[in-house]
């Protein structure tokens, strides 16, 4: 079974600054994914990123860009600029090949300060 | 777009009584989940399936039942509910099995069990 880890439970960052996130996880598959989804105060989830792991090139997505060290099994979120709508709860999940269900970690709320 | 839909939204229970949770995607999608989310302990997968007819134990499925009788719609019951059950409720879907599938979640439903 796939365990994920966020080993911050809460985190503050100052607005415009960087901030990164992490994640560990664990697996003994090779081919698999790894997702940031964002829960902001409204509880909707919504996708961040995603990272595939046959990919040595880390994803980017405007501000948010992800350190993806497979040996090390470690998915870090990465804000750059940081904006007050950045506040909200992130997870990291793993999907594999298993009826493509998601692993979710324990989530990380992230304040962002004015 | 509606996306996923889930009702009601809030619901308060006394111990013992039953109750369903509907969830509705208008995405054609196969594969439907149900997550609870307790603070500090991220979403843990209750039930999912891979398509009509079809359902399948997730993570923590004691205390609960599902159905899919319609492609688009996902049912979760409490038969009996429990002061355990206190949770917030996600459903989520995505189209396909691969990996590289993000999850669509619904807005979430708050229950109490007093």
Known sequence: AQTVTQSQPEMSVQEAE???????????????YLFWYKQPPSRQMILVIRQEA??????????????????????????????LGDTAMYFCAFKGTNAGKSTFGDGTTLTVKP | NAGVTQTPKFRVLKTGQSMTLLCAQDMNHEYMYWYRQDPGMGLRLIHYSVGEGTTAKGEVPDGYNVSRLKKQNFLL??????????SVYFCASSYRQSSNEKLFFGSGTQLSVL
């Open chain 1, 18 to 32: 960087t901030v990164t996130l992490s994640c560990t996880y664990d697996t003994s598959e090779s081919n698999y």
């Open chain 1, 54 to 83: 046959y990919k040595q090139q880390n994803a980017t997505e405007n501000r948010f860009s992800v350190n993806f060290q497979k040996a090390a099994k470690s998915f870090s979120l990465k804000i750059s600029d940081s904006q």
């Open chain 2, 77 to 86: 019951g409490l038969e009996s509910a429990a002061p355990s059950q206190t």
